[in-house]
């Protein structure tokens, strides 16, 4: 089925064009470069896998309970609307707002795959050029798995979020070849990490869990490639030049807490626009979203020298400026951590599986004889 025909709501001209400005860069010096991007790159060759045998597909998924979201964690409880609607209904909205959660995640990782083609094309040093190549076959490999659980398992999408887009489009459309890296390894990137980690804290099915916690672990390279390219670059900057930058992150997390919501889902099940503001702003798993997604964010920023006065008093207005304290290394650490115990896990259950499967037939080879 054309994926047209699964879009919740229009999402209007199939092909998004951004103008791109800017120049492509080459480098003539094939040196052996920075030795900490140059193992970064060495470890991405390395972690490369393949989401159609790394991923157990076969595993099933209840459309109308995808992610085993509990009652109060739905925007509509506890609302006018939630005592007229039937378990029917309830399913739906379920249904739905997994599907935007993880449409989003799906744009995002096709932006994701864009900017990092751009960094590759972009970036003036060689090594990181080559780990930018690595990172764009990961954001391939992303985009490839949410498209595969949209279409074969949820059957829904939903178009990209207006403000996303916007992000998006503001860090593709700058000429500066760092802002690829800002606006994507540590604005868009923190606020996936985010959203996945929730997620696969927090869910009960095991397909979407599988799925986020790989996600996660090459995420946490990409997050360690930027923060490292970006720290050695803005050492260099005048103090104008990093206020520039420091007003383009500012804009960034504004739009990222008051605007990625999920509104538009309400809205399509029928809900009035006012309505659905209110009641995705006080839901329950907005609240924690947000301060998991500044966990990320804030530290970062802080580590790559974008620390100004200006930046901090957004971060004190926000209730988020101690995060950036955060131990960045750790969070990073732990998704690798939980990739490595899942594959674990996972070799032992199979290993299990097939002794039994030899000993069955033994077993049954004896009784014959």
């Not at 869910?203 to 979407?208: A, E, G, N, S, W």
């Not at 896990?345 to 299990?352: S, V």
Request: charged content about 30%; aromatic content about 10%.
């Amino acid at each position: 089925m054309p994926t047209q025909e699964l879009y919740a709501m229009d999402p209007g001209d199939p092909k998004w064009q951004v103008p791109a400005t800017g120049a492509a860069r080459f480098s003539w010096d094939y040196g052996q470069g920075r030795e900490r991007l140059l193992a970064l790159y060495q470890k991405g060759k390395d972690k490369q896998w393949d989401a159609v045998k790394r991923i157990d597909w076969d595993q099933e998924v209840d459309p109308y309970d995808p992610l085993g979201t509990p009652d109060d964690a739905l925007p509509l409880h506890g609302t006018r609307h939630w005592g007229k609607m039937t378990e029917r209904d309830k399913g739906e909205l379920r249904h739905h707002f997994a599907a935007w959660q993880f449409s989003q995640f799906l744009h995002g990782e096709q932006g994701a795959m864009v900017c990092a083609a751009r960094i590759v094309e972009s970036v003036p040093d060689l090594d990181a050029k080559f780990y930018s190549a690595t990172q764009t076959m990961d954001e391939a490999r992303h985009a490839e798995i949410y498209s595969r659980f949209l279409r074969d398992k949820l059957g829904t999408l939903y178009p990209i979020n207006d403000n996303l887009a916007a992000l998006l489009g503001d860090t593709l459309r700058d000429s500066r070849w760092d802002m690829p890296y800002l606006g994507m390894q540590v604005l868009i990137e923190g606020l996936a990490l985010a959203a996945f980690g929730l997620i696969r804290d927090t869910t009960d099915k095991p397909l979407p869990r599988q799925i986020l916690t790989y996600v996660m672990q090459d995420e946490a390279r990409h997050v360690a490639f930027g923060r490292m390219a970006l720290r050695d670059y803005y050492r260099q900057l005048t103090d104008a030049e990093l206020r520039e930058r420091e007003e383009f992150v500012i804009e960034g997390c504004y739009l990222m807490r008051d605007r990625l919501r999920g509104v538009e889902v309400l809205e399509n099940l029928g809900i009035s626009s006012a309505e659905a503001h209110e009641y995705t702003e006080r839901a329950p798993q907005l609240q924690i979203f947000r301060k998991l997604l500044f966990s990320r964010i804030v530290p970062c920023v802080k580590d790559i020298g974008l620390w100004g006065a200006r930046l901090r008093r957004a971060y004190v207005d926000l209730g988020v400026l101690e995060l950036g304290d955060g131990d960045l290394d750790q969070l990073m650490a732990q998704d690798e951590e939980l990739a490595d115990r899942l594959d674990a896990r996972r070799f032992r259950a199979e290993e299990a599986a097939r002794t039994g499967e030899v000993a069955a037939a033994i077993a049954e080879g004896a009784a014959d004889d």
